[in-house]
């Protein structure tokens, strides 16, 4: 039988649902969401963490304030997606792999075009510029947002245009803040705008104020019981002086300033970087004596004198580091905060654990990605490798998703693991009793790691460590196409020639090539190592690598072999073979470069002219090989890629060559 709701009792069911409803719509105080049911991927999910100075009070919209800001969270399921209210430019990562940029998007967008395996998943977003204004997630049906694992420590940078990365190709991801902060391994946020000064003077925005509100501009106050900094790092004083702020003036607000952080961050440690204009530098210097005498003794003035060079560091006249200069720059930064932090970061955590990511015994050669997340580690070019020595009777290789393999246990032979994914046991059978060395590679195709190439870690027996197995002292980068990758080889990499001869000469080895690539980038879509020599991901235009990583002893050239049949001419591949060798040896000051004459023929003449300019310009290590008559039909697979057989061919010819130069 059906019934009659009560009038009284449905008045009062609507308006209980009603004062329930506002009641989820309040806000702390600063902003901070009502809670909603963790999990939902709504705006005010708890599982959700907002980094930065972020609006979340209307419980629907959250809104990002100064540079740089962003979101974490992990997620079931196979896919995500994220609300958009208008128009907006975006960077996004799953499962810590590259910031993939969506512009000009709206709506409900799918950050996963490609479904994900199932499982538990990463997120993180950063807004760059138009409606920067998050909606909340779509996620499949059934699956949930997870708490994500944040680091506890976090660093605020506070600054102008060049804090926030400007000029730069990704901004904020590409300055030396969020550089930094990822080296660390800690949270971050910038409060910094583009010609913003220190002090408040003939309308330049002054930090000394706007610094504790939430956003660049207005006057709301920041709650700063919403997060606590660890570390607060302030680069201010190259704009003031453009506004005729005097000496005395730049020191009584730098004092009071400091004073003024101390109080919202009272136990932080606190930085005063010196401009890299070298504006101010006396009065800076004396804030912070200043705040010492006082009692505080957790403020250091950075010195950053010769940390970028002129013409080289830099985008422009006007002290706005390119992106080379702003990874120096956290490079030369991030020490100076860790070493004040102690082992308070993650990134000391995280180096102390044997086995994971960051755990300094293990040795990442080649190209790895180590810096875009401390638990997710990837390669990219060919031939990547990782040594590392290990104590107990088993090891066994986390691996996120499918992915084959190679594997050497001690002097023992390579093993090849073809497909898996998950905790994958290297020692099915226990090893004896002690010390043993593992290294693992993984498998390329044309250039491109087949499957899911991410280290993850290692999972040992109870109570053994890790340790520095002995390294070779020397390393030789091999830069190629698919011929220096070992296509069709039995391996690939781990066949090709410049592997065995890296084996050969007892030195570490890596492969800077692609299949298919070129010399020169062309229209049709080549990709082209003149130009992408100097990147971490060949298939990327950012980040550049960051050749303070490791000193190559020797580079070997073999490329003009595609080049031909994208039409590129005798003079463009000149030129950029020159170009080429001018930026191998900016990278490598002392190394010996070898120019190699393809094993077709081609540019010949060209390649030859190159080295020649470059030796009578003044470079003396720098040789040209004649491969003339190195293969015959038999040693290889087709008219073009070596066999295994051509491979050791090569190894055979060229190895004494190297060796003259370097030893070995």
């Known amino acids: 039988m059906q019934t009659t709701p009560h009038p009284r009792r449905t008045l009062s069911a609507l308006f209980t649902a009603a004062l329930v409803a506002a009641l989820l719509s309040l806000s702390w105080a600063g902003g901070s969401p009502a809670r909603a049911a963790a999990g939902d991927g709504s705006v005010s999910d708890p599982n959700i963490a907002y980094v930065g100075r972020w609006d979340t009070s209307s419980g629907t919209a959250a809104v990002p304030h100064w540079s740089g800001a962003y979101l974490q969270t992990a997620f079931t399921g196979t896919t995500v997606k994220v609300r958009a209210r208008d128009a907006v430019n975006f960077y996004a990562s799953v499962d810590g792999g590259p910031d993939v940029f969506h512009a000009g998007v709206r709506g409900t967008v799918n950050l996963t075009p490609q479904p994900l395996s199932p499982g538990t998943h990463t997120l993180r977003i950063s ?64 409060i910094a705008r583009a010609g913003y000064c220190l002090v408040a003077q003939s309308g330049c925005t002054g930090l000394s104020g706007q610094y504790f509100r939430t956003g660049s501009t207005g006057d709301q106050n920041w709650d700063f019981s919403r997060y606590g900094a660890s570390a607060v790092v302030i680069n201010l004083g190259t704009n003031d002086i453009g506004h005729g702020v005097s000496g005395p003036a730049f020191q009584a607000a730098y004092t009071k300033f400091l004073s003024d952080v101390r109080a919202r961050h009272p136990e932080a440690q606190l930085f005063a970087v010196q401009t890299l204009k070298k504006r101010y530098v006396a009065e800076t210097r004396a804030a912070v004596s200043a705040r010492n005498s006082a009692g505080d003794a957790k403020v250091t003035y950075v010195d950053t004198t010769g940390w970028l060079t002129d013409g080289t560091d830099y985008e422009d006249g006007n002290g706005h580091p390119n992106e080379a200069g702003h990874t120096k720059f956290a490079g030369r930064l991030a020490p100076v905060i860790a070493a004040r932090l102690g082992t308070a970061t993650e990134a000391s955590a995280q180096a102390a654990a044997p086995g994971q990511p960051g755990d300094p015994s293990i040795k990442f050669v080649g190209r ?61 059978t226990a090893l004896a009793a002690g010390n043993h ?64 001869i890296g084996e050969r000469l007892g030195a570490e080895h890596t492969q800077v090539a692609q299949g298919g690539a070129c010399l020169v980038a062309t229209a049709d879509g080549c990709v ?24 190559a002893n020797a580079v070997v050239i073999n490329l003009g072999t595609n080049d031909v049949g994208h039409g590129v001419s005798s003079t463009q591949f000149q030129s950029a073979y020159s170009s080429l060798l001018r930026k191998v040896r900016a990278a490598y000051p002392r190394a010996w470069i070898f120019a190699l004459e393809t094993f077709r023929g081609r540019y010949v003449p060209q390649t030859e002219a190159a080295v020649k300019a470059a030796v009578d310009g003044g470079d003396t290590r720098l040789s040209f090989v004649d491969t003339t008559g190195w293969l015959g039909s038999g040693d290889l697979t087709d008219s073009v890629h070596p066999n295994d057989q051509g491979h050791r061919v090569i190894a055979d010819r060229l190895a004494p060559i190297i060796a003259a130069r370097i030893g070995g």
């Open 437 to 500: 060395t593992l290294q693992v590679n993984y498998q390329v195709v044309a250039g491109s790691y087949r499957g899911d190439a991410v280290f993850q870690g290692l999972a040992l027996d109870s109570g053994a460590t890790t340790f520095a197995p002995p390294a070779p002292a020397k390393l030789i980068e091999f830069v190629g196409d698919s011929i220096t990758v070992g296509t069709t080889s039995s391996q690939n990499a781990r066949t090709a020639y410049g592997w065995l």
């Open 368 to 428: 790895w990605d180590t810096r875009s997340s401390s638990t997710l580690y990837t390669p990219y070019w060919a031939g990547a490798y990782y040594r590392v020595g290990f104590t107990g009777r088993t090891v066994k290789l986390k691996q996120r998703g499918t992915i084959d393999f190679w594997a050497r246990i001690d002097d023992g032979p390579v093993r090849f693991y073809d497909d898996v994914k998950g905790t994958v046991d290297l020692t099915p």
């Open 127 to 190: 807004y760059r510029s138009g409606d920067t204004v998050f909606q909340g997630l779509v996620l499949d049906s059934g699956a949930r947002t997870v708490a994500p694992a944040v680091p506890s420590g976090l660093v605020e940078f506070v600054g102008d245009s060049i804090t926030t990365g400007a000029l730069t190709d990704r901004l904020a991801l590409d300055s030396y803040a969020w550089k930094t902060g990822e080296r660390l391994g800690m949270r971050h946020t910038r």
């Open 528 to 551: 082209g190592l003149e130009q992408q020599f100097g990147r971490l991901n060949p298939n990327s235009p950012t980040p550049n690598w960051d050749f303070s990583r490791y000193q």
